[in-house]
């Protein structure tokens, strides 16, 4: 096996490997760590690589493997955490100077999770400045680029943790999704990657955007997504919007099928603009679930015509946190940053509070409309990549900061709180990715899981790899 067949396998392979002692974890973080070091510079996937760190934690690794130690389900294997998620012996900059070289005291819930069961947190990936767009660039880490096209944008605030996955800088990438930030990351970089129901991954300091964010897994491969979640899952007193209930059994029952699903398409959901290259994969992808015994029927969203409206309310709104930044911070902050929060500076608690009102019942009638459906299919994102260091497609209308426009399909599942995912499904003649996006009913984050391993076995990607070399 060549390293570079090494760093592609899945981890639920090396996982494997590792256990039984057929791999050394010395020599696969070693491999990891030398694939990054040689690719890193053209993607600029880290914020922070903790390399020697993670060396001498693999060197442990191997020790307590050969004492015949307990070993848990990740030993050995090297995660990285998005640089949005605190770590107390890592810096959480948020893609920002305004908090270059903070470092936490405590670590987000996840992250001991992760240690208890072995793995390896060798770095935090780069994000758009506190999250904000869905380009991949900001003023600390500059621009993070599609490992398939350099230059070019890897997606939303988790493009780190989506370029390093299929850059094959490991195979766990831990995200954040607050309107698209996994599953558009996962479209542009041609990876799997999982929104699981609000609450079902803990997070702490708890997200003060109306609950939205969620935390998922950014994977090549939709098994290697349910062992991760697997792992993330489950209550945590800090969180106190975190699901009682613990996670099911992903890996076990990720093979079950989806004969007789009932499947909603949607182009584009009665409303959004979408790329003719883009709709055509996406179309093809969703006619394929027929061949897997599911009932597939284009249907109409009515539900969907106040989402254009309020996400553009709430984002501006809950950016205004930052407003007390602008006087020190403006001149060194993204300028799209700046001219969102600038947006909603008059907006008034009655405004916000009527806003919300409207906002539940558009979230009642997604609940609603999904009595008759166990899952919705759309695309993921209107466009392929496009230039890193732009806003807006060039064939898009100009905005200083409404990348939302070709992004329509993302976040009413943050308002709502449905698991949604987005699985690779095609190339552009640009040779550019492209993702299907699979939304389920709310805790169904098993049946989207099921969903899209079943397409994964028809319609393979994780044999794809970017031209990094």
Not at 145 to 161: D, I
Not at 236 to 253: C, I, K, N, Q, V
């Amino acid at each position: 096996m060549t390293s570079e067949d090494l760093v592609f396998l899945p981890a639920t392979r090396v996982a494997e490997l590792i256990r039984t002692k057929q791999l050394s974890p010395v020599d696969y973080m070693r491999t990891v760590l030398e694939r990054i070091e040689a690719c890193d510079p053209k993607v600029n996937a880290f914020a922070f690589l903790a390399a020697d760190q993670a060396m001498d934690a693999a060197r442990a690794a191997e020790t307590r493997l050969m004492l015949g130690e307990r070993i848990g389900r990740l030993h050995g294997l090297p995660v990285t955490i998005k640089d949005l998620a605190h770590t107390k012996d890592m810096p959480t900059q948020q893609g920002s100077l305004i908090h270059q070289n903070y470092q936490p005291t405590e670590d987000t819930p996840i992250v001991p999770r992760l240690k208890q069961e072995g793995a390896i947190v060798i770095g935090k990936t780069t994000t758009s400045e506190f999250g904000w767009t869905g380009v991949s660039h900001s003023p600390l880490t500059g621009i993070t680029h599609n490992p398939w096209k350099f230059g070019y944008n890897a997606g939303a605030s988790s493009a780190g943790a989506g370029a390093a996955a299929a850059a094959g800088f490991g195979p766990l990438h831990q995200g954040s999704d607050g309107a698209g930030s996994i599953r558009m990351p996962a479209h542009f970089c041609g990876v799997f990657g999982l929104k699981p129901s609000f609450g079902r991954v803990p997070s702490y300091p708890v997200s003060t955007g109306d609950f939205t964010s969620h935390n998922g897994p950014l994977t090549r491969t939709v098994a290697d997504g349910a062992l991760f979640l697997e792992v993330m899952a489950g209550p945590h007193p800090l969180d106190y919007t975190s699901l009682e209930a613990g996670p099911a059994a992903y890996s076990e029952r990720l093979c079950d099928g989806i004969k007789g699903r009932r499947i909603a398409y949607s182009p584009d959901l009665g409303h959004a603009r979408v790329d003719p290259d883009v709709a055509a994969l996406v179309k093809a992808a969703a006619d394929r679930f027929t061949e897997l015994g599911a009932i597939v029927e284009p249907v109409a969203t009515p539900w969907a015509a106040p989402g254009p409206e309020l996400i553009r309310f709430f984002w501006a709104a809950h950016l205004t946190r930052l407003k007390p930044q602008l006087p020190t911070w403006e001149s060194r902050m993204d300028p799209g940053l700046v001219a969102c929060i600038n947006a909603a500076t008059e907006v008034s608690v009655a405004d916000y509070q009527l806003a919300r009102e409207r906002k539940m019942a558009y979230i009642a009638a997604i609940h609603r409309w999904f009595e008759a459906w166990d899952f919705l299919l759309t695309p993921a994102v209107s466009v392929a990549a496009f230039p890193a260091e732009k806003l807006m497609p060039d064939h898009w209308p100009l905005h200083d900061w409404d990348w939302v426009s070709w992004a329509e399909f993302s976040y009413p599942f943050n308002m709502s709180w449905n698991p949604a995912a987005s699985v690779p499904c095609g190339f552009t003649a640009q040779g550019l990715p492209v993702g299907l996006q699979i939304v389920g009913r709310r805790f169904d984050d098993l049946g989207v899981l099921q969903a899209a391993a079943a397409f994964e076995t028809i319609q393979p990607w994780a044999d794809k790899r970017p031209p990094l070399a």
